[in-house]
């Protein structure tokens, strides 16, 4: 399931908006933590926390490595996603109040995912308010849509939330993570919501004390999380926690702390202070959670790996990537400090089960950008498919990928987004 990204509290929606013009354009830039300044110290602080990351260029002690070589990538079938869609919803605008005026603003989807006996959820980016829904649950054979409002306060009242992000859990419950931007209510961690199938709020909110995101649920029940990234002169380090729902008050969450099953880093322009490295991959985009198992890709390099939560790495899967020097005419602003482009923009966990891991590619000689084709792994390494996006999916939002089929969201030279299904034909 592709995961939103958390706006931390402050964060002027003029900044956000920024922000994500520039993801969906040429890659990930945050520029949420630009607050931070790195002292001289900030790195071998950051080593000694992380304790050897992944990422940090030492060999990974993989217990099975599979490595797919360019004859091996040629000779995989390729898969086509069908141009027509089989279902196609519109997504409207809603009002919403600003100050003392009412406005319609776009709705969009943060997030989807195909759930049993066909039918689809989907978390509203603009479902924060009151009079917008947050969850949209479609009945495709029904031809119908229930829309979920977010959950309120403990006394009944309106929360004025600043961002979600969804789950599916193994007894396809939904968990909702989010900040709550009212500090009167609540001002450090978490609120943690847990929807039924039907659309009930089933229970009271709970909290977790991470400043991060949402990867996934684990078999426990317990919350697999990214950390705030911590920034050195010349490296990123996140940690990818393992976090347990506290009933009760905020204060009982700050009492518990969360377990840290590995870290990452990632080199960082020392000289651009105010964003991360903008040639690697979040964490956000390139982990996600299976069972007990964190499938993670992290460094630039064309490798995949399957972490157990105990931080043993169970199997590393490498594959021929090609040259990825950066262009000579590419954008200096963007790609400064950078020899070469990641070899993966993201990583999914489809409803299938099946790991899909999408490439860059370059375009007119000069811009690395989001590629159009997928590699697609079984969770045993195995290299199945190639999988070719529509010419025109440059900017498309790829929310999940089901049993031969891709929940995704296009807008079309301005137009209303659209959540389409299409079909993946398979040769």
């Known amino acids: 399931m592709k995961r939103a990204y958390h706006r931390k509290p402050g964060v002027s929606m003029r900044r956000e908006t920024a922000v994500l013009t520039v993801v969906g354009q040429c890659g990930l830039v945050l520029s949420s933590f630009g607050c931070l300044s790195p002292g001289p110290e900030a790195d071998a602080e950051a080593a000694d926390v992380a304790k050897a990351p992944l990422g940090w260029g030492g060999p990974v002690d993989a217990k099975e490595i599979r490595v797919w070589s360019r004859e091996s990538l040629d000779a995989a079938p390729r898969w086509r996603v069908a141009p027509e869609p089989d279902y196609a919803m519109v997504l409207d605008s809603v009002e919403q109040i600003i100050g003392e005026h009412v406005i319609r603003v776009q709705r969009f989807v943060a997030e989807g995912a195909f759930l049993p006996e066909g039918r689809v959820a989907l978390l509203s980016r603009t479902g924060s308010r009151p009079e917008s829904p947050l969850l949209y649950l479609i009945d495709r054979k029904r031809g119908d849509a229930i829309g979920i409002g977010p959950p309120e306060g403990e006394a009944g009242e309106s929360l004025d939330w600043d961002s979600f992000e969804m789950a599916v859990t193994v007894n396809q419950r939904f968990v909702l993570v989010g900040y709550n931007a009212d500090y009167r209510v609540r001002r450090t961690g978490l609120d943690v919501w847990y929807v039924h199938r039907d659309g009930r709020f089933t229970e009271p909110p709970s909290y977790v004390e991470v400043e991060g995101g949402l990867l996934g649920t684990f078999a426990d029940g317990s919350l697999a999380m990214w950390t705030s990234p ?83 790495v169970a199997l590393k899967v490498e594959w021929e990537a090609g040259d990825r020097s950066v262009p000579a005419e590419a954008p200096s602003d963007f790609w400064k400090g950078a020899e070469r482009f990641p070899a993966a923009a993201e990583l999914q966990l489809g409803a299938d089960g099946l790991l899909y891991v999408r490439r860059w590619e370059v375009i007119d000689g000069r811009y690395p950008n989001l590629g159009l084709e997928w590699l697609v792994f079984t969770q045993a390494g195995d290299l199945i498919a190639r999988l070719d996006m529509l010419p025109h999916w440059w900017s498309a939002q790829i929310l999940e990928f089901g049993h031969e089929e891709v929940l995704v969201v296009v807008s079309d030279d301005g137009a209303p987004h659209e959540v389409r299904i299409h079909a993946i034909e398979r040769q």
Request: negative net charge; charged residues 25%; aromatic residues 4%.
């Open 230 to 312: 911590e920034l050195g002169d010349t490296t990123i380090v996140t940690r990818i926690v393992a976090a347990r729902v506290t009933d009760g008050p905020s204060r009982v969450a700050e009492g518990r702390q969360a377990e840290v099953l590995f870290t990452t880093a990632n080199p960082r322009d020392p000289d651009r202070y105010d964003t991360l490295a903008n040639w690697t991959s979040h964490p956000a985009r390139v982990t996600v959670v299976a069972g007990d198992t964190i499938w993670v890709i992290p460094t630039e390099r064309p490798e995949l790996l399957a972490v157990h939560r105990s931080g043993a």
